[in-house]
């Protein structure tokens, strides 16, 4: 008798207590939870359960709950029923790792306000006796692996939306190395997207939502991609090329000329309004859907804004200093026939003999020649406006007297996930060459320079007379991993960290340049690269 009354106090105590708690909150923490558990727990981690079904097994039970106590008893639950984890004692070794620990947060874990105590010793528990074989979800390196295949994904079956975003939440919060570097913490893009996702205004609206999402991780690397969302953007676009300055669209280039000719667009042409809307507001209505690590790289991928449903489109634009209005065509994909064969010159001098290199054309068996040409030169420029082929490391044998340290990375720790851990050893770039180019090396970048080529721009730069001319790089560096969240759904986004040999960031900075050259309007309408030309003054004057 005496038990079951301080069993009835205890829970009334218990009740007495509790708060209510919102849908929203309950599936932010149910998100967390899973995901917590999908790469934490050792009888998850196995691939023994069905993880999706889980989930959606949960979902209902979750849904009935109305405090934070009930939410709790029903996680409890659930996690006792995945069986018992085993307490081990962590081997001590004598290796000594440096850890990057700046996107490990598991506090969450044991928040009190919305956790019972219980509980919250339960996730701790886990987490000290975490998994310690491999992970069955996924891979060194990072490739998420062994997840349910749909025949479709259903966007009208919340379940589907929620499995959706939970899947791609969790994938960022333990294996994107530039998590800490987001403008809003990773926990509140959850929060906020949350409700889009449980009660969608609109179809569109959801998919939008999406790419909001994929822009809030600030990687140039990152992309969301769905046939919903090409349909709403519309799949014409524009058959030139163009650069945003002031926001203006100037004409720089065609992706096809004849069609450009047929719409008699040419270089130089300042676009000011595109449908009765100016560029500037364009810009506006459109840049939360736009993944950048910083804003040059958002503008290098205006694509919403030239983007339509149909055909054509009225464009407002000054040509001679003239003001004019017409209709153009647009064109999918398909037609514009674009040929992306770059028949450039891989290498020559310039005047006063100025070495000049097109990294993006220029292949490693063509080194040895474009260096032996070029010893005698006062400066070679290394033109990285664009991506290279994978020459960074012939190239820095012959500007460096020995090998010399450029970069410094991250890896996903699988037996910790959210922690890094700095690579022991890196390959520097160079040898011991007594007979280096001892000249000026003039390194160019700009927006266009994203991943590889930041990676060229680092191992070129610690030569010993480098210079870098230009402006502000994509900042997004290491390996761009794209796959499918499910059926129909694609993203991508950075799996490792890269950084200075002093652990400084290059992720958002980018390669910073030491004299900074802007493209002007005026110049682009004369036909002038101001970049090229400042880094030939250079290379005759020294400064």
Same mark, same amino acid.
């Given at each position: ?8 106090? #205890? *829970? ?49 039970? &979750? ?91 259903? =966007? ?31 926990? #509140? ?8 996702? &449980? ?7 959801? !998919? ?14 990152? %992309? ?12 014409? @676009? ?29 270089? @130089? =042409? ?22 950048g690590s910083n804003y ?27 003001? +004019? ?12 026939? &674009? ?29 040895? +020649? ?45 037996? !910790? ?39 060229? +721009?680092?191992? *070129? ?5 480098s210079i870098v001319i230009?402006?502000?790089?994509? @900042?997004?560096?290491?390996?761009? !991993? ?26 958002r900075i980018g390669i ?19 970049? %090229? ?11």
């Amino acid at each position: 008798m005496k038990k079951t009354v301080l069993i009835v106090f #205890l *829970l009334l105590f218990q009740f007495s207590f509790s708060k209510p708690i919102t849908e929203t909150q309950k599936l932010a923490a149910t998100c967390k939870v899973w995901g917590f558990l999908k790469y934490y727990h050792p009888n998850v981690t196995d691939g023994s359960k069905n993880w999706d079904e889980q989930l959606f097994q949960i979902l209902p039970k &979750i849904e009935e709950t109305k405090t934070d106590a009930e939410f709790s008893k029903v996680i409890e639950k659930w996690i006792n029923s995945l069986g018992k984890v085993k307490a081990y004692e962590a081997e001590i070794s004598n290796e000594e790792v440096d850890y990057f620990d700046k996107n490990l947060d598991l506090s969450w874990t044991q928040d009190t306000l919305l956790f019972s105590k219980s509980l919250c010793q339960k996730l701790k528990f886990i987490e000290q006796n975490r998994i310690q074989g491999k992970q069955y979800y996924v891979e060194k390196g990072i490739e998420f692996k062994n997840e349910v295949e749909y025949a479709e994904f259903k =966007d009208k079956d919340k379940n589907f939306r929620l499995l959706l975003l939970f899947r791609f939440w969790n994938y960022v919060e333990y294996f994107f190395p530039y998590k800490y570097q987001m403008d809003q913490k990773w926990d #509140l893009t959850l929060l906020e997207f949350l409700p889009r996702t &449980i009660n969608p205004i609109s179809q569109d609206d959801y !998919y939008l939502s999406l790419k909001e999402v994929s822009a809030k991780l600030n990687d140039t690397h990152a %992309l969301f991609g769905a046939n919903k969302i090409f349909d709403f953007f519309g799949r014409h @676009g524009i058959s030139f090329d163009v650069k945003i300055i002031d926001d203006k669209a100037i004409v720089t280039g065609f992706k096809n000329e004849s069609l450009s000719k047929i719409n008699d667009i040419r270089i @130089g =042409d300042v676009i000011t309004k595109i449908d009765g809307k100016a560029i500037g507001d364009l810009i506006k209505e459109n840049i939360k859907y736009i993944e950048g690590s910083n804003y040059a790289a958002i503008l290098n991928n205006e694509y919403p804004i030239f983007y339509g449903r149909t055909d054509t489109s009225k464009i407002e634009f000054v040509r001679n200093d003239k003001t +004019a209005i017409k209709t153009i065509k647009r064109y999918l994909y398909k037609d514009l026939n &674009i040929n992306y064969e770059n028949n450039s010159e891989k290498y020559k001098l310039l005047e006063n003999n100025i070495g000049y290199v097109n990294m993006a054309v220029l292949t490693t068996e063509d080194v040895s +020649a474009m260096m032996e040409k070029f010893k005698d030169c006062k400066s070679i420029i290394f033109d990285i406006r664009n991506y290279p082929q994978g020459t960074n490391f012939a190239i820095a044998e012959y500007l460096n007297p020995e090998p010399r340290d450029f970069v410094k990375s991250i890896d996903a720790d699988l037996s !910790y996930p959210g922690r890094y851990i700095w690579r022991k050893e890196e390959t520097p770039c160079g040898k011991t060459n007594p007979d280096y180019y001892k000249g000026n090396v003039i390194l160019l970048v700009n927006e266009k320079s994203i991943s590889h080529a930041e990676f060229t +721009a680092m191992t *070129l730069k610690v030569a010993p007379k480098s210079i870098v001319i230009g402006s502000q790089t994509a @900042g997004s560096d290491g390996a761009n !991993y794209r796959f499918e969240i499910i059926k129909g759904i694609w993203t991508s986004f950075t799996t490792y960290g890269v950084f200075y040999p002093d652990k400084k960031e290059v992720q958002r900075i980018g390669i910073v340049p030491d004299i900074e050259v802007k493209p002007t309007i005026l110049g682009i309408q004369q036909g002038k690269d101001e970049v %090229l030309e400042r880094a030939v003054l250079f290379a005759k004057n020294g400064k």
